[in-house]
């Protein structure tokens, strides 16, 4: 267990293996625009919300060109797109916690011709590590991690329910049945079950799976209604098993 949160939270709270270029800035063409470019973090998650609330021009759209970064500040990144009803434009790439919590937020997304969607686990991945790899008794040097997996979790489940998306759609992929399946570091669902998962994103074109060099980046899964069904399920008692898990060990 010690192993799983370990590499959870090298995954997850700083998913850019490099620090991305970042700027934010009113769209030169259109006063009614913000770019947000590079890195999600705190500082930089700041930097867009005081451009939103003091910009003397409404701001209705965003565009994104992210591969991630800190969770709690995409948190409040999501929180602030469905707070201002902005419209979202995936420009090159939106991954990891951008995916997470800004395509997510938003009830127009488009992305570009090109452009990258892609999920790769969330708040509830370690239901799904567990299943994977073997567990370790957590020693006391390791609390410092189940707390932050527990403040992850309680602040992204309260986000899915004000936005009103399923939460799944962070760990499908990871589920038994498809894990096996991935072929890509991301994942991401046909427009379908994006819709059906509570999303409303749309593409110029088809859905890009490669990078611009190439690179096989994002597997798409295709869904049909009844296999969705049974995921969500089999997500449920999966959740139910780990309540009453805890429940047994006077945690719940």
Known sequence: M??????LLLALTGCASQPEPFSVVIDPLSANTIVYSGEINADNVGSFEQLITNSPTKIESLIINSGG???FAGIRFGELVYQYELKVIVDKVCASSCANYIATASNDVTVKQGGLLGWHGGALQPLYLSLQQSKNQ???SNLENEQFITKWRQAELDFFNKVK???????????PGLHDKRDAQLFS??????????LHIAYEGEQATHSSSGEYVVQIFSLSPEVLDLLLIQHSKILEQ??????????W
């Open 138 to 140: 957590v020693d006391k």
């Open 69 to 71: 970064g800190e969770v």
């Open 242 to 251: 780990e309540k009453l898990g805890l429940l047994s060990q006077g945690i």
């Open 2 to 7: 010690r192993n799983l949160l370990v590499v």
């Open 165 to 175: 998306v399923n939460q799944i759609v962070t760990v499908i992929g990871m589920m």
């Open 189 to 198: 669902y046909d427009q379908k079950t994006l819709k059906r998962l509570g």
